[in-house]
């Protein structure tokens, strides 16, 4: 029946023109914005939902939710391009996903992301309109304890995959990311958290600009001083491209069977992203990271990842964060609470418009679920026709010499951050992190768990303290809450302890080595 409702809502859609030719400018809007770094999918929503309060209800969700759709996908363009996602839910993307830009895949990188995020949007859609009722009730079982758990999961994971060097060194980013969610007020007493009477810090620092700083400042700087040196020699065509612009001879395979071939990556990847959407307000940043985390622990080619030849690193962050749209939608309908900050915005569209969601929508709107659902089915339609016209453009933008293109990026750059809120404070926090993430890329310590830390900090304070409260001050409750905190704290401990067991068992082979190396070295002087 689910089903039926779906596919009718669906053909409404086809069978009005307006509607369709809406949607379609919207997703291509949606993947500009994603594209561009700092202007996300959840900005983008915001600006709009302003401009349509006057706006019929059938052309505003078109174009709201072809922002939604777009912007989650184009936030993996810049991300493989530059090395600077559009949106937090493409930094995972951008691990790989850069490397075949710099191996000349810029364009097959692309298509197979867009047959990644097709994918995932597709399964959303069908968990958002025929297992809506069943995934809210596992959501509602998470309380302050669960959510605690999750985000420090989270931290844990991100900064134990995507260092290059010892895993501590991400841990140490994502306790620094966390350090610097926790500037402003806090939000439980209201009481100001290490502002130093400034007045711009006591908001806290936004994450966008803090994003921009850490990922887009370094990437410039390094550029332009290649470009300075002089000509590329062989090493650096390898590491950045000939002018930034390398072409692949090769004729690359179709992008549609390279996505195909990985169909267990897929599967796993979308539930990921469908579970963790429909938790109130975790959103499809952390739903892109776990899909990473996963697919790599399951990887029959560990070789290949970190190499720009291992699609498996493309394709489930990527199914992830659009499966993730789905999810979200779920709570955000069926409870009112939005599973991520594109939802959280949406939640607002929907008052305005005298739409509530909540458990009494199927009384009052019994349709609206599935309209929000085929709206998102059509608006996978446009992306593929849009990622289709956009994906070579896009890719020449590496033959874009770096002299030229970095500066254009940093004006951007610096743009996005300040439209976010309008305040020239953004625009130093762009300039400080950008310093501080260039001088840390220098000490191999990455951005990603830095950012994801300021992104799960709010949540790791806030639940952790109130889960104390609750419990009066009980610490032991975090472990014996229920079946889902005592499942966390399994999984963080394996996650340390295999993370940290193989290094210290490295650092005493290394030293029996050396006492080995100076007991030969003094019986040769004997």
Same mark, same amino acid.
């Given at each position: 029946?689910?089903?039926?409702?779906?596919?009718?809502?669906?053909? +409404?859609?086809?069978?009005?023109?307006?509607?369709?030719?809406?949607?379609?400018?919207?997703?291509?809007?949606?993947?500009?914005?994603?594209?561009?770094?700092?202007?996300?999918?959840?900005?983008?929503?915001?600006?709009?939902?302003?401009?349509? =309060?006057? @706006?019929?209800?059938?052309?505003?969700?078109?174009?709201?939710?072809?922002?939604?759709?777009?912007?989650?996908?184009?936030?993996?363009?810049?991300?493989?391009?530059?090395?600077?996602?559009?949106?937090?839910?493409?930094?995972?993307?951008? $691990? !790989?996903?850069?490397?075949?830009?710099?191996?000349?895949?810029?364009?097959?990188?692309?298509?197979?992301?867009?047959?990644?995020?097709?994918?995932?949007?597709?399964?959303?859609?069908?968990?958002?309109?025929?297992?809506?009722?069943?995934?809210?009730?596992?959501?509602?079982?998470?309380?302050?304890?669960? =959510?605690?758990?999750?985000?420090?999961?989270?931290?844990?994971?991100?900064?134990?995959?995507?260092?290059? *060097?010892?895993?501590?060194?991400?841990?140490?980013?994502?306790?620094?990311?966390?350090?610097?969610?926790? $500037?402003?007020?806090? @939000?439980?007493?209201?009481?100001?958290?290490?502002?130093?009477?400034?007045?711009?810090?006591?908001?806290?620092?936004?994450?966008?600009?803090?994003?921009?700083?850490? #990922?887009?400042?370094?990437?410039?700087?390094?550029?332009?001083?290649?470009?300075?040196?002089?000509?590329?020699?062989?090493? *650096?065509?390898?590491?950045?491209?000939?002018?930034?612009?390398?072409?692949?001879?090769?004729?690359?395979?179709?992008?549609?069977?390279?996505?195909?071939?990985?169909?267990?990556?897929?599967?796993?990847?979308?539930?990921?992203?469908?579970?963790?959407?429909?938790?109130?307000?975790?959103?499809? *940043?952390?739903?892109?990271?776990?899909?990473? *985390?996963?697919?790599?622990?399951?990887?029959?080619?560990?070789?290949?990842?970190?190499?720009?030849?291992?699609?498996?690193?493309?394709?489930?962050?990527?199914?992830?964060?659009?499966?993730?749209?789905?999810?979200?939608?779920?709570?955000?309908?069926?409870?009112?609470?939005?599973?991520?900050?594109?939802?959280?915005?949406?939640?607002?569209?929907?008052?305005?418009?005298?739409?509530?969601?909540?458990?009494? $929508?199927?009384?009052?709107?019994?349709?609206?679920?599935?309209?929000?659902?085929?709206?998102?089915?059509?608006?996978?339609?446009?992306?593929?026709?849009?990622?289709?016209?956009?994906?070579?453009?896009?890719?020449?933008?590496?033959?874009?010499?770096?002299? #030229?293109?970095?500066?254009?990026?940093?004006?951007?750059?610096?743009?996005?951050?300040?439209?976010?809120?309008?305040?020239?404070?953004? $625009?130093?926090?762009?300039?400080?992190?950008?310093?501080?993430?260039?001088?840390?890329?220098?000490?191999?310590?990455?951005?990603?768990?830095?950012?994801?830390?300021?992104?799960?900090?709010?949540?790791?304070? !806030?639940?952790?303290?109130?889960?104390?409260?609750?419990? +009066?001050?009980?610490?032991?409750?975090?472990?014996?809450?229920?079946?889902?905190?005592?499942?966390? @704290?399994?999984?963080?401990?394996?996650?340390?302890?295999?993370?940290?067991?193989?290094?210290?068992?490295?650092?005493?082979?290394?030293?029996?080595?050396?006492?080995?190396?100076?007991?030969?070295?003094?019986?040769?002087?004997?």
């Amino acid at each position: 029946m689910e089903m039926l409702y779906l596919i009718e809502e669906f053909v +409404k859609i086809l069978m009005n023109p307006a509607v369709l030719l809406i949607l379609f400018a919207a997703t291509a809007l949606g993947t500009i914005i994603g594209a561009l770094p700092g202007l996300t999918a959840t900005m983008g929503i915001a600006l709009l939902t302003g401009l349509t =309060y006057k @706006v019929p209800v059938a052309y505003t969700f078109a174009i709201l939710m072809g922002i939604y759709v777009g912007g989650i996908y184009g936030g993996s363009i810049s991300a493989i391009l530059l090395n600077i996602p559009g949106t937090a839910s493409a930094a995972a993307t951008a $691990i !790989e996903g850069n490397l075949f830009a710099k191996r000349g895949k810029a364009a097959l990188a692309i298509k197979v992301t867009r047959s990644a995020s097709i994918i995932g949007t597709l399964i959303g859609v069908l968990a958002l309109a025929l297992i809506a009722p069943q995934l809210s009730r596992i959501a509602l079982q998470f309380s302050a304890v669960e =959510y605690f758990l999750l985000a420090v999961f989270g931290v844990l994971m991100c900064g134990s995959i995507v260092t290059s *060097d010892l895993t501590i060194k991400g841990w140490i980013g994502g306790l620094l990311g966390l350090a610097i969610s926790f $500037i402003g007020y806090d @939000v439980i007493s209201g009481a100001p958290r290490f502002d130093f009477g400034n007045i711009n810090l006591s908001g806290g620092i936004s994450l966008i600009p803090a994003m921009i700083g850490f #990922y887009a400042v370094p990437e410039v700087i390094k550029a332009l001083s290649i470009a300075r040196a002089g000509p590329p020699t062989i090493s *650096d065509v390898n590491a950045v491209g000939k002018g930034n612009g390398i072409v692949a001879k090769e004729k690359d395979p179709n992008s549609w069977l390279v996505t195909f071939k990985h169909i267990p990556v897929i599967i796993r990847s979308a539930l990921i992203g469908v579970g963790i959407g429909a938790l109130p307000g975790v959103g499809e *940043d952390v739903a892109a990271w776990i899909g990473y *985390d996963n697919a790599k622990k399951s990887s029959k080619h560990k070789e290949k990842w970190g190499t720009g030849e291992c699609y498996e690193a493309i394709i489930a962050p990527e199914v992830s964060n659009n499966a993730a749209i789905g999810g979200a939608t779920i709570p955000l309908l069926t409870l009112a609470v939005p599973g991520s900050p594109p939802a959280a915005v949406l939640l607002g569209a929907f008052m305005i418009h005298n739409i509530r969601p909540g458990p009494m $929508i199927m009384v009052d709107s019994p349709r609206f679920i599935f309209y929000i659902a085929a709206l998102i089915l059509a608006a996978v339609i446009a992306l593929w026709v849009v990622g289709m016209l956009l994906a070579k453009p896009m890719s020449s933008i590496l033959k874009i010499p770096s002299v #030229y293109l970095m500066p254009i990026i940093a004006v951007l750059s610096i743009v996005g951050a300040y439209a976010l809120n309008l305040k020239r404070f953004d $625009i130093l926090v762009v300039v400080a992190f950008g310093i501080i993430g260039y001088i840390l890329d220098k000490m191999k310590y990455s951005a990603a768990p830095i950012v994801l830390g300021i992104i799960l900090g709010t949540m790791i304070d !806030e639940n952790f303290r109130r889960a104390l409260i609750v419990n +009066k001050g009980d610490p032991t409750f975090f472990f014996t809450n229920s079946w889902i905190s005592v499942m966390f @704290v399994l999984i963080i401990t394996v996650v340390i302890l295999k993370q940290l067991l193989p290094e210290r068992l490295a650092a005493k082979a290394n030293l029996k080595s050396l006492y080995a190396f100076l007991s030969s070295s003094l019986k040769k002087k004997g």
